[in-house]
């Protein structure tokens, strides 16, 4: 540690002395260097020798201006320096010991570090090597994040100091005011769920992306997840609805596959909507019933299917259901997959009108709640052999969605706060 008096200047001539002598000591290895990798390496690691060295003097300065600012005790007393103690602190630099007086009031005996207020920082780790850590751990799998840190960053972090991080940053969900981009225009809504391994049991973690739907293109996406049941899922996605502007959108889709949960949660929430029943999944109803007709996988099976479904996307679902019933009077069928189908489309006939929601600029899938289902859900939560406690779960849920939906700052801020 490099020792600092009361001004600072005889730290900050002790500190320019050492840049100096590091700055040589890696000029003199870049002239001997085998290669751009080795030179690179070595210019990485001076620079963390010496903004650790750099760090450690200025925030050691600043503690000795905070601690001679203000000696007075909440109660009104004077407080005493009892003693020096000395607090390391693992920073993205490494590691920094600080040294801060501890100090008693002579009048009510409390105790305080007056310097760990202006730190802020929680415990033995910086609260940017944190955030570096709940971010690598929201995008990667935890041995990698920590891999990733060690390999680039010079970090050694153990596996169980990464996890308690996730769960203090992720703990809470954000309680947000407004959104960076309110809807006014066009708000879509996707909804879908994806399967999770939690406590023990496979759960749907259901999942909706909210976005802007500009010139046939989505843009400003957010998305929220939970795997609670389909009715205490509306509170999240009403509130998420809330935020992106949804009773100030001139016009709202709900884009879904035939879910009954869904459409009662649509009709709940979003009852002026326009709902559009995704096109892949009625026409995955089209391959099943076409198999029932001649087969799988037969050139005649895939030619009825590619006119049924140019007969759908064109709007003619109806017909569709009338040859549907027909054929089901005249082919053995015991799963009663051709009926099924027929209901199926009468069912959803008000969200099969494909020519008009095209015609009026709206999509007719739901690709981006499936590919939220895989990437949000799916690369994070289901990897081989992937097991969950809810707690973790859903800290790193928490996380993932804040990264995925543009919010990361805004978790950033929430922990500040709380520090």
Not at 190 to 202: Q, S
Not at 312 to 319: K, T
Not at 363 to 392: D, M, Q
Request: with cysteine; net charge positive; aromatic share 8%.
């Amino acid at each position: 540690m490099i020792p600092c008096n009361a001004d600072g200047s005889r730290l900050l001539a002790r500190l320019e002395e050492l840049v100096v002598a590091e700055v040589r000591s890696v000029w003199k290895a870049l002239q001997g260097a085998a290669s751009g990798e080795a030179a690179e390496k070595a210019v990485v690691e001076w620079s963390r020798k010496v903004g650790r060295a750099v760090l450690e003097a200025g925030v050691q300065a600043r503690i000795e201006m905070v601690q001679q600012e203000d000696s007075a005790c909440p109660c009104g007393g004077k407080s005493r320096v009892h003693s020096h103690r000395c607090r390391t602190v693992l920073t993205l630099l490494g590691a920094v010991p600080l040294t801060r007086q501890y100090r008693q009031c002579r009048e009510c005996g409390r105790r305080s570090f007056p310097a760990d207020g202006w730190l802020g920082w929680e415990g033995a780790f910086s609260g940017r090597l944190e955030e570096a850590v709940a971010w690598s751990v929201a995008a990667l799998p935890y041995r990698a994040a920590l891999e990733g840190l060690r390999r680039f960053c010079g970090i050694e972090l153990s596996l169980s100091a990464a996890q308690e991080m996730a769960g203090r940053w992720g703990g809470g969900r954000l309680e947000l005011a407004g959104y960076e981009e309110p809807v006014k225009g066009r708000l879509g809504v996707e909804i879908d769920g994806a399967m999770a391994h939690i406590d023990g049991e496979w759960r749907e973690v259901k999942l909706a992306s909210f976005l802007c739907w500009r010139a046939g293109k989505a843009d400003a996406i957010s998305y929220v997840a939970d795997w609670l049941n389909s009715e205490e899922f509306r509170e999240p996605l009403w509130r998420e609805a809330l935020v992106r502007g949804a009773p100030e959108a001139r016009e709202v889709a709900v884009v879904a596959d035939g879910a009954a949960w869904i459409w009662q949660t649509a009709n709940t929430l979003f009852p002026r909507a326009t709902e559009i029943l995704d096109f892949y999944h009625a026409s995955e109803h089209l391959w099943q019933a076409g198999r029932v007709v001649h087969g799988e996988a037969t050139p005649q099976t895939q030619a009825l299917v590619k006119r049924w479904k140019a007969a759908l996307r064109q709007g003619f679902s109806e017909g569709l259901e009338e040859e549907l019933r027909e054929l089901a009077g005249q082919i053995r069928d015991p799963q009663e997959v051709l009926r099924k189908t027929a209901d199926y489309l009468d069912h959803h006939q008000a969200r099969l009108r494909y020519p008009l929601f095209r015609q009026a600029g709206w999509p007719i899938g739901s690709g981006i709640v499936e590919g939220g289902c895989k990437h949000v859900i799916g690369l994070r939560f289901k990897r081989n052999s992937a097991r969950w406690k809810k707690p973790g779960f859903r800290a790193i849920l928490h996380l993932r969605l804040d990264l995925l939906s543009n919010r990361w700052d805004k978790r950033c801020e929430l922990m500040r706060k709380a520090a």
